[in-house]
């Protein structure tokens, strides 16, 4: 093989190398970001399915704090059943035990008058301290319905 050869085989791979790294990365980071969308959205059906009996008069649950307490690193992170105990109140727990998490998710209220609310996922997923934040927001209207955004949003995705 001659150095000629050598030298184009290396440049080629590097190309690929320069092409491929960066896409790997991204498509890594997006089927992490999976988890936050599909638990958002089973929080988001848990708080309307709260709303909806005449009961709650369409007020909103109380916020709950994020669980588990400490922002997962890299996956790191099995909340136990009680950690989820404070979810119980709009159904139980969004998450299936036993599985390491990603994230911590939390539900807040946004406005005093108890009609809008964000689902708020934050995961520090490849443990390098930097927090990527995922929302969804919704609000209650005059009936009762929860309007959702159109979209899980992507607060913060620094990672």
């Known amino acids: 093989m001659s150095m000629l050869e050598v030298a184009t085989a290396i440049s080629l791979a590097s ?3 320069i092409i491929a790294v960066p896409v790997f990365y991204r498509e890594w980071h997006a089927s992490h970001q999976a988890e936050a969308s599909e638990v958002l959205l089973r929080i988001g059906e ?3 399915a709260f709303v909806r009996p005449a009961r709650h008069q369409h007020a909103l649950p109380d916020a709950i ?10 996956a790191t992170s099995v909340a136990s059943e009680a950690d989820w105990a404070p979810w119980s109140v709009i159904g139980g727990r969004p998450v299936t035990l ?7 998710y939390s539900f ?3 406005t005093g008058d108890k009609s809008a609310f964000e689902g708020l996922a934050e995961g520090d997923l490849d443990g390098d301290g930097i927090v990527s934040r995922v929302s969804l927001r919704g609000s209650v209207d005059a009936s009762g319905s929860v309007q959702f955004a ?4 992507l607060v913060d995705g620094l990672e």
């Open 46 to 48: 848990r708080v309307a």
């Open 65 to 74: 704090a994020r669980t588990p307490a400490e922002v997962p690193r890299a």
């Open 98 to 104: 036993g599985f390491p998490q990603r994230y911590a």
């Open 150 to 153: 159109p979209d899980v949003e």
């Open 15 to 17: 190309i690929l190398t």
């Open 108 to 110: 807040l209220r946004t």
